[in-house]
């Protein structure tokens, strides 16, 4: 029974890891993909108009991808700290993993949240600037304004992986 | 930093030279017109001037049109690329004018007209035998000729009826019994995918109403036949095809014709556009002016320092004219020309594009400068990124004349870039992790001893680094706004708003480092700045309310805003947050490229196109992002502090060209 039991606490913890870097790459993917969706039907409306203006409208829906960049960011970093990619040789406990996979949360969850917003953000923007295309710098700080809280979440998600130390 | 001084002036001029002396005006490119009430116009006065200016308006049409006519037969378009790289043909005014030539447009105009009745006569020709062609096709195997259903003869008449397929056998053995011998019926071999069938009956006219009676039991439907065609339906198609190719034949040769000529068409409309658009500007501005039979009276913004030049063009035409400073009028505002040093100018169209500052307030583009190319520098944060980009840039620059608003953007990219070598290289980040990552790389480990920071390992170092750089913005922010106020008088502003929100902040500052350890300062000192602070707070906030509460109650309510200013201070936290992204993404594609090069055989080639490709995208998506936040740190953080941009761009008269370089 004991032996059961330290068998499923060493695989527990890179067991945990991997939830949380799913969630990070999942759920900050998803969004990214959710927000493009959205910001992709305006740029196909006004390109139906005017077909020169696509430059523009790609920067425009580019912009919520970067979520989903970060969400892998991290996960790579959460699954680097855990000897799961790279040099390995590393083992984890029970309560390193769980914190690693808890500080995937922060990019997961606002990265969802604000790709999706951002993608919102973009598709007004991109209407915008099939009137005005002469306003293309501004057109793109506004979804700017909704990325930044996924840079926060970036951040701490980081910042807490750093935290952790693992001998 | 700083915003020219406007002066008004109101310049009467003869009109027998008042052409003359606007063309001077307008090389020297710096006066503004102002638009005068029509009121004050005599359209009597101005009516051979607005003559002139319709009929360069009705050419511009025209050019349009000739230009959109050509578009799509143009090879040679001297693109909007090679046009932003300057790649313009270069010509003296006089040239210019030459090119223009109006005779010459004019012919060329009236032959694309012509081009376009031909061409339009030949497409509605192709699309009308296409339309009869479809009728005939289904005709094909029809051994009669059309003839007969459209006119008939004198006795017998036809008609083609298309009947649905599961009731073929039921009309055809109907028809054959109500009308026997009387009657000629043939059904046109079956088609595949058709769910009808095409029956042509040749029966005597006396008929007619024995015909009607039967068909009426049916679901079916006459097929019209087009009056023009006779002979049978093999013929008809074959002379169709004749006619159709012919159509074709004229608009190839009509398009033939078009591309022939339109290089040179094109490039004389390009001529003409920049021609006539200099034209027009010039008659408008001459129509802003008041008008009297002789006499035009205009007033113009000029900046102070151009006022000897513009004297000096008007100085022949002394005995003909009367120049006067005037005065602005109430409520008109000069308009806002900014005047920086050649290395902070480029910063400018980020500056208006936020907005205008106001005249007469403050041009905040040299403060913003160092502030902006040093937080794109950290964003970015890759020496091998920035090394690449920069590269490429100076390159670029060099190799073409690019002038204008793009120049600026590239200069700015580049002095970023320049700034992310820098802090790469202080960072130890070269293209992410490569040098450690890529064992044939370990020769350059010496770059190792450049770096101060590390991010990857030590973030809170890298952090306070930005929040203390933001802190440094935002108190730059509310000193310019403080100086701002004094300039204005309003010291009580002055001393309350920013002079508290500095001393308490710095107070409140200085007590976190010192509880911390971090300098060597008695916190009673520090606790004693921010009381300080909040005391002016507290007793100034309110000053707009009656009652002594209501003073008290939004002093003390106005110490929440302290919030704002924390969030501030840690949205610059995005600093470390994007270089790490950058340094991040880095060294996840060398680990990928790393991965994959075990592969054997093709591992090396896989790497490698990882390795590019993988980086490639790096710096696209990094660049964007290092650019649009640390723009947003100045525009929301930084501007809200103090920025007034309600001013209007200073838009001169000048010789404005899209297509052509003025060597003159």
């Known amino acids: 029974m004991e032996s059961v039991l330290?068998?499923?606490?060493?695989?527990?913890?890179?067991?945990?890891?991997?939830?949380?870097?799913?969630?990070?790459?999942?759920?900050?993917?998803?969004?990214?993909?959710?927000?493009?969706?959205?910001?992709?039907?305006?740029?196909?409306?006004?390109?139906?108009?005017?077909?020169?203006?696509?430059?523009?409208?790609?920067?425009?829906?580019?912009?919520?991808?970067?979520?989903?960049?970060?969400?892998?960011?991290?996960?790579?970093?959460?699954?680097?700290?855990?000897?799961?990619?790279?040099?390995?040789?590393?083992?984890?406990?029970?309560?390193?993993?769980?914190?690693?996979?808890?500080?995937?949360?922060?990019?997961?969850?606002?990265?969802?949240?604000?790709?999706?917003?951002?993608?919102?953000?973009?598709?007004?923007?991109?209407?915008?600037?099939?009137?005005?295309?002469?306003?293309?710098?501004?057109?793109?700080?506004?979804?700017?304004?909704?990325?930044?809280?996924?840079?926060?979440?970036?951040?701490?998600?980081?910042?807490?992986?750093?935290?952790i130390k693992i001998q | 930093m700083a915003i020219e001084t406007m002066l008004r002036i109101r310049m009467a001029?003869?009109?027998?030279?008042?052409?003359?002396?606007?063309?001077?005006?307008?090389?020297?490119?710096?006066?503004?017109?102002?638009?005068?009430?029509?009121?004050?116009?005599?359209?009597?006065?101005?009516?051979?001037?607005?003559?002139?200016?319709?009929?360069?308006?009705?050419?511009?049409?025209?050019?349009r049109f000739a230009?959109?006519?050509?578009?799509?037969?143009?090879?040679?378009?001297?693109?909007?690329?090679?046009?932003?790289?300057?790649?313009?043909?270069?010509?003296?005014t006089d040239g210019l004018a030459k090119l223009a030539d109006e005779e010459k447009f004019k012919t060329t105009v009236a032959l694309l007209r012509d081009l376009e009745k031909k061409a339009a006569d030949a497409k509605s020709g192709i699309s009308r035998v296409n339309g009869l062609k479809a009728q005939v096709q289904p005709l094909l195997g029809l051994p009669y000729s059309l003839d007969f259903y459209t006119k008939g003869t004198e006795s017998v008449q036809g008609a083609l009826y298309s009947v649905q397929t599961p009731q073929a056998e039921k009309f055809e053995s109907e028809v054959?019994?109500?009308?026997?011998?009387?009657?000629?019926?043939?059904?046109?071999?079956?088609?595949?995918?058709?769910?009808?069938?095409?029956?042509?009956?040749?029966?005597?006219?006396?008929?007619?109403?024995?015909?009607?009676?039967?068909?009426?039991g049916f679901q079916l439907s006459r097929a019209d036949v087009p009056a023009q065609l006779s002979g049978t339906p093999s013929d008809e198609l074959a002379k169709l095809e004749r006619e159709l190719s012919s159509y074709k034949e004229a608009d190839e040769a009509v398009a033939g014709e078009i591309r022939a000529m339109a290089n040179d068409a094109y490039k004389t409309c390009q001529y003409c556009t920049d021609y006539w658009n200099i034209s027009r500007a010039k008659l408008s501005a001459l129509l802003d002016g008041e008008q009297t039979e002789q006499i035009i009276v205009s007033s113009f913004w000029i900046p102070q320092r151009c006022v000897n030049a513009f004297r000096g063009a008007a100085a022949p035409y002394e005995g003909l004219t009367e120049i006067a400073e005037v005065e602005p009028e109430d409520g008109a505002e000069p308009p806002t020309l900014l005047r920086n040093g050649n290395f902070s100018s480029a910063i400018e169209p980020l500056i208006t594009m936020y907005g205008i500052p106001t005249y007469g307030g403050f041009d905040p583009t040299t403060i913003v400068t160092p502030f902006f190319y040093l937080f794109f520098g950290m964003c970015f944060g890759d020496a091998g990124y920035g090394l690449v980009i920069s590269g490429l840039l100076l390159f670029l620059m060099m190799k073409h004349r690019i002038t204008g608003t793009l120049k600026k953007f590239l200069v700015i990219l580049t002095v970023g870039n320049i700034m992310a070598v820098i802090v790469g290289a202080m960072t130890f980040s070269w293209f992410g992790d490569s040098v450690t990552s890529f064992s044939f790389l370990r020769p350059l480990s010496g770059l190792r001893s450049l770096q101060i920071l590390d991010p990857m390992n030590d973030p809170m170092t890298f952090l306070n680094i930005s929040l203390t750089l933001g802190f440094i913005q935002i108190m730059t922010g509310l000193v310019i706004s403080l100086a701002?106020?004094?300039?204005?008088?309003?010291?009580?502003?002055?001393?309350?708003?920013?002079?508290?929100?500095?001393?308490?902040?710095?107070?409140?500052?200085?007590?976190?480092?010192?509880?911390?350890?971090?300098?060597?300062?008695?916190?009673?000192?520090?606790?004693?700045?921010?009381?300080?602070?909040?005391?002016?707070?507290?007793?100034?906030?309110?000053?707009?309310k009656e009652s002594v509460f209501g003073k008290l109650f939004s002093g003390v309510l106005s110490l929440y805003n302290v919030t704002g200013y924390l969030g501030d201070v840690l949205s610059y936290s995005r600093l470390l947050a994007l270089g790490l992204g950058s340094a991040a993404v880095g060294m996840v594609i060398n680990l990928l490229a790393n991965l994959v090069s075990g592969v054997p055989y093709v591992g090396v080639l896989l790497g490698i196109v990882i390795f590019v490709l993988g980086h490639v995208f790096s710096i696209a998506v990094n660049i964007l992002g290092a650019f649009v936040h640390s723009l947003r740190l100045q525009y929301v953080e930084f501007f809200g502090k103090f920025y007034e941009s309600s001013g209007e761009d200073f838009s001169p008269l000048s010789m404005s060209t899209q297509y052509v370089e003025l060597s003159d």
């Not at chain 1, 996979?101 to 606002?110: D, E, F, Q, S």
């Open chain 2, 67 to 92: 230009m959109r006519f050509l578009d799509p037969y143009v090879s040679d378009k001297g693109g909007g690329l090679s046009r932003a790289m300057g790649n313009l043909p270069s010509l003296s």
């Open chain 2, 176 to 216: 054959r019994r109500v009308l026997g011998d009387m009657a000629e019926l043939y059904a046109l071999p079956a088609r595949e995918a058709d769910s009808s069938r095409i029956y042509s009956l040749i029966c005597s006219r006396d008929l007619t109403e024995d015909l009607q009676r039967t068909l009426s």
């Open chain 2, 484 to 544: 701002e106020n004094l300039k204005k008088g309003n010291k009580m502003a002055a001393f309350s708003d920013q002079g508290g929100w500095i001393i308490f902040l710095c107070g409140l500052v200085l007590l976190g480092l010192s509880s911390s350890g971090a300098i060597r300062l008695s916190s009673s000192v520090s606790s004693a700045i921010a009381a300080a602070g909040a005391v002016i707070l507290v007793a100034t906030q309110g000053r707009e």
């Open chain 2, 13 to 63: 001029a003869h009109k027998t030279i008042s052409d003359e002396l606007i063309d001077k005006i307008q090389r020297l490119g710096c006066c503004q017109f102002i638009p005068q009430s029509r009121e004050k116009i005599d359209e009597r006065d101005a009516a051979s001037l607005r003559g002139r200016l319709r009929r360069v308006e009705d050419l511009l049409g025209e050019v």
């Open chain 1, 6 to 163: 330290a068998t499923m606490a060493e695989q527990l913890g890179p067991a945990l890891v991997i939830l949380g870097a799913a969630f990070a790459v999942g759920f900050a993917g998803s969004g990214s993909a959710w927000g493009i969706g959205i910001a992709n039907e305006a740029a196909a409306g006004i390109m139906t108009e005017d077909p020169k203006k696509f430059g523009y409208a790609l920067v425009l829906l580019a912009l919520p991808g970067t979520q989903g960049i970060y969400g892998l960011l991290v996960a790579f970093i959460a699954m680097l700290k855990a000897g799961l990619i790279g040099a390995g040789g590393v083992s984890i406990t029970v309560w390193q993993g769980l914190g690693i996979g808890c500080a995937c949360l922060p990019i997961a969850i606002a990265g969802f949240y604000s790709a999706i917003w951002q993608g919102k953000s973009s598709a007004a923007s991109i209407l915008m600037i099939s009137k005005r295309p002469d306003q293309i710098g501004k057109a793109v700080i506004l979804p700017a304004m909704c990325e930044t809280y996924a840079v926060f979440g970036l951040l701490m998600s980081i910042l807490m992986l750093n935290g």
